[in-house]
Antibody, heavy 117, light 108 residues
Framework: QLQLQESGPGLVKPSETLSLSCTVSGDSVSSSSFYWGWIRQPPGKRLEWIGTIYYGGNTYYNPSLNSRVTIFVDKSKNQFSLKLTSVTAADTGVYYC?????????WGQGTLVTVSS | EIVLTQSPGTLYLSPGERATLSCRADQPVSDNYFAWYQQRPGQAPRLLIFRASTRATGIPDRFSGSGSGTDFTLTISRLEPEDLATYFCHQYGSLPYTFGQGSQLEMK
């Protein structure tokens, strides 16, 4: 059974870089059958698709965040990770990792990241 | 990007009643790549419906989805107390994938 677990700092200072990892259990992050994504939910707002990493390493980033986002895979740890640079208070929210497949059945539990000095 | 607008914002119903939630897209959703989720406080969303009308594994048959193009509906035929939650729609046919703002189901 697939399990996804986010990890990373819960507090990030403005202008710094938010870094999160998602550890995958029950599947290989190198699988050619699926791709992996990050989604966030600011307080009181709708879910926002951050980006996706596909088999072979190709990525897609939401244009609203494009210049600040990087998603990459660490095969040795069976993880995929998110980096978001130059954060502001608007980046505060719950961050989810997910394995999309006809919608999203598989989600991490979510991790709250607060941007504050 | 495709903007999804859900209605109503909040729905007040009693157990046993029927709930009808709507989601409208400002552009047609490609190939009906459209989903509905349930989210309880403090939990990740739970997939209910994909491809507009297919129930996900383990979802009770009181949940059903319909619609195509720009108008989609989630129906809960006989409300149970555990259905108290927020429901989101989602299109995954066009990048960037987008979500509705949510409809909150509250029990009378």
């Amino acid at each position: 059974q697939l399990q996804l677990q986010e990890s990373g700092p819960g507090l990030v200072k403005p202008s710094e870089t938010l870094s999160l990892s998602c550890t995958v259990s029950g599947d290989s992050v190198s699988s050619s059958s699926f791709y992996w994504g990050w989604i966030r939910q600011p307080p009181g707002k709708r879910l926002e698709w951050i980006g996706t990493i596909y088999y072979g390493g190709n990525t897609y980033y939401n244009p609203s965040l494009n210049s600040r986002v990087t998603i990459f895979v660490d095969k040795s740890k069976n993880q995929f990770s998110l980096k978001l640079t130059s954060v502001t208070a608007a980046d505060t929210g719950v961050y989810y990792c997910a394995r999309p497949s006809n919608g999203i059945r598989d989600w991490g539990q979510g991790t709250l990241v607060t941007v504050s000095s | 990007e495709i903007v999804l607008t859900q209605s109503p914002g909040t729905l007040y119903l009693s157990p046993g009643e029927r709930a009808t939630l709507s989601c409208r897209a400002d552009q047609p959703v490609s190939d009906n790549y459209f989903a509905w989720y349930q989210q309880r406080p403090g939990q990740a969303p739970r997939l209910l419906i994909f491809r507009a009308s297919t129930r996900a594994t383990g979802i009770p048959d009181r949940f059903s989805g319909s619609g195509s193009g720009t108008d989609f509906t989630l129906t809960i035929s006989r409300l149970e107390p555990e259905d108290l939650a927020t429901y989101f729609c989602h299109q995954y046919g066009s990048l960037p994938y987008t979500f509705g703002q949510g409809s909150q189901l509250e029990m009378k």
